[in-house]
């Protein structure tokens, strides 16, 4: 197996393909990057920008470049030693009229040859699949869409389809029929009954009545092609039939204005194994399962051996011919079984390098039997965001947030609430399937046979709120203590909650600890199992769109600690904790991923390394964000005497104007407009005044000219100047935090990854703003001087790096030191052992320090932090004058002498190593023993 030594992430687009990526391949080579890390690169949906929208796995994107340029690609990597991480995507495909597997299914119903790849009305695993495939696709309600003519039949060569703008759907065979049939007797009045073209046409209206319903398949398939390809051949060769078909094209389309001329129309789209619905209808009434609540993504059956030897095929074929190194699941947990899943991928694709995309609580463990290395690093990225945000401020941070937006706000609390309005708003049609699945199954027992769907459907809402974590991993070879834990837990908890639903949740809770009945038949067994682990594929998508998408965008107390996996009422972490983390890590998963920013983040990784400084000085940044307020108060709107934006909406706004204000003059025009968008995306997911669902313009247009009004130099001149003094200050401490984080995740155990551009200040907000295009001509430039300098005179370089700070080249200078110390000390980094060090002296508190150690050889890490009270705006945290009598203990055996691989400079330290002396030149520190 190929181990990353570090990892760069790349967002392919039409704009950024295979030729843009080969183009920077041998400067990410030169920067100390092993391998690159693709966002999916199979084709997806046109003009897609991230490429999780896959319409089919086997083939490579079409947009990105030919075969030709990704094999071109693929040499390039290679002649540099590099390796490709493939992000994969096996839960969903886009619902799209380009996923030619969907439209087989939505033509030929439970005829096609694709039934089995979609997870289709799930909620009838062992009864009636009749079901109307839901399609919930149109911007308003359906008969508003149809009158209004914005549902269109057309005819091409590839037969009749339902269209509405750019969404194309296939009419089943039997449609035909009715379109061809209706006033065919004009026609035999025009051709008259003997012309052959006549005669070819009521044949094949009889051939079209008559296909035996016991075909299937693919003999079915080739016999509609033909039909087509008949009724293409007389469309084309007879201008009367031409005529004949597109009057009729027109008469089905209906008239504006007139209803009933729609009725043709509707009687054909009420025929056909889908029904057309407003993408609201989603939210309630579902049948088919999706990423999280995304109507246009649907999920795939990958369980299915066939389903995932085909999705898998051109990855497998790309992993045997060493194209493709390693493997980054997308949304592990979206699956039914990725126990199984990451068993069957690893016989598929050998002794390959795989990572999956998994969110883990605080304490949560990775399931321990998983054949893979790890995660993607949203466990890292939140423990060592938290290491800086200075725990012991909570309390008044609790005060200053509290006051300022006039109510108490319980994460907790906001948390269920949150969970409850998901499931009300966006999943109801999702429990409402495990609902009826739970009722059919109770209805056998005796002591369920009482149990309404009502009743059921409470029940399981309250214990999918209830989840602590993202899943639990029950399969048909049991359940895991620390699941059987968590289940015992929730149900306890639910029961209190809801106690007059007890004998509902009872029977939830015998299903899920799996505790079977010896009475139970072989078929009752299966349906039980089947219930828990649907159950399960939901409390994902709940915990992602109640907290993440929801909690985390209207809790603003402290958002630096936001983010993807983390946890904002865990106010910090503290040193023994990560010391604790990677140790762990370590032990069991000392190749997965370390990352700081990637294409989900909700901020960039130098935003929070800002933001966290705030957590250090809570008295003056309640001073700041009260005058703001007061100066700022004629700039806002009102609605029945409310000012709008609200409060929290404003307090969520001056944390994010402070860290993500960009350094550079000529980025600060657009970032009015970059703060726009992200804070009408912000205001729709907090769903409290707007959303997506139900958007309030008045709401956002106030947002939108408060955020234009106050960065406005004309109209806020005094809110200007003040803030810019303030944020200036912050983000010059912000800078020595983010030096402080890239070499922790270089030099902690794993894998050190990162996210596009981010070798420069990262100062993005979430997507799409993190996909703007990246200069990678600037960073060149900047790495080949600075390459340059560190052979010649590598301290003058620093001082100048130190003084140009804002530019961002320092960062790119660490990056570049201590990868390239990384692949020099390989072993050591990557199997050595974890040492948590000793810190004794005035600063004590303020130093992260750790060794690794492999036989004689030790590196050791020294990072600081809270740095506001130590030296003052302008000023470098360096030698004994800052640090004064702090050092750490080294550990026992090592070496008199060090040389820190950052600065080349050596030193002589016995037992304890002063960090003054450590950190003379540069703000961070990684020494290696002689």
Known sequence: MRIPKATYRIQFTSQFGFDNAKAIASYLADLGISDLYASPIFKARSGSTHGYDVVDASQLNPELGTTESFDSLVSELQSLGMGWLQDIVPNHMAYS????????????????????????????????????????????????????????????????????????????????????????????????RNHPD???????????????????????QDQIAFIKGLIWETYTTNDDIRDFIDENLKIFNGEPGISESFNLLDDILNDQFYRLAFWKVGAEEMNYRRFFTVNELISVKVEEMRVFNNTHSLIQKLVEEGKFTGLRIDHIDGLYNPKQYLERLQEKMGDVYITVEKILELTEDLPENWSIEGTSGYDFLNYVNGVFCQAEKESQFDKIYQKFIGTKSDYASLVNKNKHLILEKNLAGDVDNLAILLKNISSKYRFGNDFTVNGLKRAIAEILTLFPIYRT????????????????????????????????????????????????????????????????????????????????????????????GGNPSHFGISLNELHKFNQKHQANWPHTMNTTATHDTKRGEDVRARLNVLSEIPDQWEQQVNTWSSINQGQKSKRQGAAMPDRNDEYFLYQTLVGAFPFAEHEQSSFGERVKEYIIKSIREAKVHTAWLRPDNEYE???????????????????????????????????????????????????????????????????????????????????????QQIKTDILSLIQKLLTEKTDGRIKLFLT???????????????????????????????????????????????????????????????????????????????????????????LQATETLSIGAALAHFPVALLVSA
């Open 816 to 906: 570049v030191q201590a990868l390239k110390a990384r692949i020099d000390y390989l072993q050591l980094f990557q199997d050595g052992e974890y040492l948590p060090l000793e810190i004794h002296g005035t600063r004590a508190n303020h130093i992260i320090a750790f060794a690794r150690r492999q036989d004689n050889q030790t590196a050791i890490a020294i990072a600081p932090r809270f740095l506001t009270s130590l030296i003052q705006p302008g000023e470098y945290p360096l030698g004994d004058s800052v640090w004064q009598d702090t050092h750490l203990q080294l550990p026992k055996g090592t070496s008199a002498t060090w040389k820190n691989l950052l600065t080349q400079q050596s």
């Open 97 to 192: 009229s380009e996923n030619a597997y969907l439209m087989d299914v939505l033509e030929h119903g439970p005829d096609s040859s694709y039934t089995d790849y979609f997870d289709l009305c799930w909620n009838v695993p062992f009864g009636d699949r009749e079901q109307r495939i839901l399609a919930p696709l149109l911007g308003d309600f359906y008969g508003v869409s149809l009158e209004k003519g914005d549902i269109q039949l057309q005819y091409e060569q590839n037969g009749l389809t339902v269209n509405y703008y750019s969404l194309k759907l296939p009419l089943r065979l039997e449609s035909y029929t009715k379109f061809i049939s209706h006033n065919l007797g004009k026609l035999t009045r025009t051709l008259g």
């Open 473 to 564: 991993y029950i399969t048909p070879d049991g359940i895991q203590e620390s699941d059987r834990a968590c289940i015992q837990e929730v149900i306890r908890q639910a029961q209190a909650i809801a106690p007059l639903l007890q004998h509902e949740m009872d029977f939830i809770a015998k299903l899920m600890l799996l505790e079977f009945d010896d009475s139970l038949t072989q078929t009752e067994s299966e349906q039980w199992l089947y219930f828990v682990m649907r159950m399960q594929q939901y409390t994902g998508p709940l915990m992602a769109k109640g907290v993440e998408d929801t909690t985390l965008y209207s809790y603003n107390r402290f958002i630096s600690l936001n983010e993807v």
């Open 701 to 787: 247009e106030a947002c939108t000219s408060f955020v234009e009004k106050v960065l406005d130099s004309s109209i806020s001149k005094e809110f200007l100047a003040d803030f810019r003094e303030f944020q200036q200050r912050i983000a010059d401490y912000g800078i020595f935090n983010s030096l402080s984080q890239t070499l922790l995740k270089i030099v902690a155990p794993g894998v050190p990854d990162f996210y596009q551009g981010t070798e420069l200040w990262e100062l993005s907000l979430v997507d799409p703003d993190n996909r703007r295009p990246v200069d990678f001509e600037q960073r060149r430039a900047y790495l080949s001087t600075i390459q």
């Open 198 to 220: 006549f005669i070819k046409l009521l044949g094949i209206l009889y051939i079209l009545k008559n296909v035996p319903s016991e075909v299937a398949g693919k003999q079915r």
